[in-house]
Each structure stands twice: as structure tokens, then as C-alpha cells.
């Protein structure tokens, strides 16, 4: 360090061994179900967003739980998954376009590479979009590096299992 000069503000984020992802991955929200979904990593959207195209709430023991039913593969809308969780938040996001949104956040564990920590998603239709996920920069926060040069650094065997799992014939 010079003398007399302060450490950069930004430093303070700089951690001991962050975990690399690229700009697409297979990630995993185990208390949902999606062990190995694909989502867009992208560092320009503060809040993480999960496909969902049918949202039913309810009141549970007096909290307020959400179910919502999602299409994990994009080639495969005869795929359907049924997720629930509490709703911790109702707020209003701007999506890519500008257009505002009321949405339910809410939270559940993120996990990659053997680290897991609870991340915030609001749940909205993204049947057009390319990606059932968009992890925003909230949730990677303190422990993530983005490469944008690089795609599925944690690999593709998740999401191929993943995929697998969701198309094989239901024996009877």
C-alpha cells in the first residue's frame, strides 16, 4: 500500500477463494427439486427470477406459502414441475424491458461446488426466454466471479442427469 493512500472501497469484497461461473450454468436449488436447471448467470440484474407460469398462494399454519408450477426444459413444455415454498416478500421488479411487476420472492438454498446459502427469486412467466433462471447479482454476492468468456464451468453431467431424469418413460 502507498502511504497515505486508503484500500479501495471494492476490496472489501474480494474473497479467499470465490467460486468461477460462467455467463450459463446448471444449477442447483435442492429444497426445490431442480438439481441441475439451467440459468443465465447475470451480473446486470440485481434480483434472481424462476420461471413460473401458474402461482397459487395460501395461508399454512399462519404464514404464507406459494405454489408454483414450472416448465425446467425449454424444448419440453409437456414437462411440467410443481415447487412450493413461503413467501417471504411481494415487490415490485423492472424487467430487461423496463416493464414493472409485482412479484413473490422467495427464499431457498442455492448450491455449487459443495457451498450452499440461501438466495432470494422472484417467481414471473419466463416461457419466452431462453433460460428458466436468471441468477442476478444479489444472490452471488461475496461469493461469486463471473467469467462471461466461459459457459457451464461446473459442468453439463447436472443438467444432462437433470434432463434425463425429467424425460424418462414413467414404467407402471
Known amino acids: 500500500m502507498v502511504a497515505g493512500l486508503a484500500p479501495l472501497p471494492c476490496c472489501r469484497h474480494i474473497l479467499d477463494s470465490p467460486i468461477t461461473l460462467g455467463w ?3 444449477l442447483e436449488l435442492p429444497e426445490l427439486g431442480l438439481n441441475g436447471l439451467k440459468a443465465k448467470i447475470d451480473t446486470g440484474a440485481k434480483t ?8 397459487e398462494t395460501e395461508e399454512r399454519g399462519g404464514a404464507d406459502w406459494v405454489q408454483f408450477w414450472l416448465h425446467p426444459l425449454r424444448k419440453h413444455r409437456d414437462v411440467v414441475l ?46 419466452s426466454m431462453i ?24 459442468g453439463r453431467a447436472r443438467g444432462r442427469a437433470f434432463r434425463r431424469a425429467l424425460l424418462k418413460p414413467i414404467v407402471k
Open 24 to 26: 450459463r450454468e446448471h
Open 82 to 127: 410443481r415447487c412450493e415454498a413461503p413467501i417471504v416478500d411481494q415487490r415490485v421488479v423492472s424487467d430487461s424491458g423496463g416493464h414493472k411487476e409485482r412479484r413473490i420472492v422467495i427464499s431457498t438454498p442455492l448450491s455449487i461446488q459443495g457451498q450452499s446459502w440461501p438466495i432470494e427469486i422472484t417467481l414471473t412467466n419466463r416461457d
Open 48 to 55: 434472481s427470477a424462476l420461471h413460473a407460469f401458474r402461482i
Open 131 to 154: 433460460f428458466p433462471m436468471l441468477l442476478g447479482r444479489t444472490a452471488m454476492e461475496d461469493r461469486v466471479l463471473v467469467d462471461p468468456s466461459l459457459s457451464y464451468v461446473l
